[in-house]
């Protein structure tokens, strides 16, 4: 796609996406990626402050603050469209999945005890993959290393749900579910490029409906978090705690801790 020339200047990035350079405003490369990134950035963020208040373990803190630095590092690239940038949206991808799946695996583990193990091997592959990428910048090895993880942190939570009897499921399904579409619509953004622009040109005030790497960013930061929501959930259950599972403001799921451990 010819780029646009904005504020930022022409894009360093190794990947331009489907929607068009600065076409909404000249200080935003892709202002549709750039705003529906709020779905990785507002959410975890009051779900960690939740957290934070209610004096719960820094690893559940850790599973949101990693959501969040990987809505803060793709609203910084899709604006900006720079290789810098870039990094700054696809590394946390790894090194976030990577919290993800430690908690979730240690999940029934007692309080305060660790899996180093675990957290070495995790460590090793995020930092191999990081600077092979660096070294080699091409796409499609980021996307294989990021879906072994996808593919390894899905395989873990199900394994959770099965081995605790009590683990919301339901919460689960619809964060794979929402995941998944956004999956698809990812896909269909890259394959079909051509065809959803027209669209665009034809739909007037609705062509952001057909923005669908906006819509991945969006449907993959719910299902991201509510897999975290699901972790938290049977992560504090193991512990002892009473849980339950509120929506703040009638919009997103968050969890509400009832009694806490005793001192």
């Known amino acids: 796609m010819a780029p646009g020339l904005g504020y930022w200047g022409p894009p360093s990035s190794t990947i331009d996406w489907c ?21 990785m950035i507002i959410p975890p963020f009051i779900g960690a402050f939740l957290l934070v208040k209610d004096k719960l373990e820094f690893r559940l803190v850790a599973s949101h603050l990693s959501l969040m630095c990987v809505g803060l590092g793709s609203w910084c690239f899709h604006m900006t469209l720079l290789y810098s940038m870039q990094l700054l949206d696809e590394l946390p991808m790894i090194w976030g999945s990577a919290v993800l799946i430690y908690n979730l695996a240690t999940v029934e583990y007692p309080a305060k005890s660790h899996n180093l193990l675990l957290s070495a091997g995790l460590f090793t592959y995020c930092a191999i993959v990081t600077l ?12 294989i290393a990021y879906g072994l993880m996808v593919c390894s942190l899905v395989a873990t939570a199900w394994k959770v749900s099965r081995s605790i009897a009590w683990a919301n499921k339901t919460v689960l399904v619809c964060a794979v579910v929402a995941y998944g579409t956004g999956f698809i619509l990812w896909n269909i953004d890259n394959q079909f490029c051509s065809s959803l622009k027209s669209m665009r040109y034809h739909t ?16 993959a930061g719910i299902g991201t978090y509510m897999g975290i929501i699901f972790g938290a959930d049977a992560r504090c259950s193991v512990l002892g705690y009473k849980t339950k599972i509120k929506l703040w403001k009638h919009c997103f ?8 451990l005793p001192q």
């Open 19 to 39: 929607e068009e350079n600065y076409r909404v405003t000249h200080f935003i490369a892709e202002f549709w990626n750039t705003i529906s990134n709020v779905s």
């Open 132 to 143: 092979v990428y660096i070294m080699c910048n091409i796409p499609i090895f980021f996307q």
């Open 204 to 219: 007037g005030f609705l062509s952001p409906l057909f923005e669908f790497h906006a819509w991945w960013h969006i449907l």
């Open 253 to 260: 799921p968050y969890l509400v801790v009832s009694q806490p």
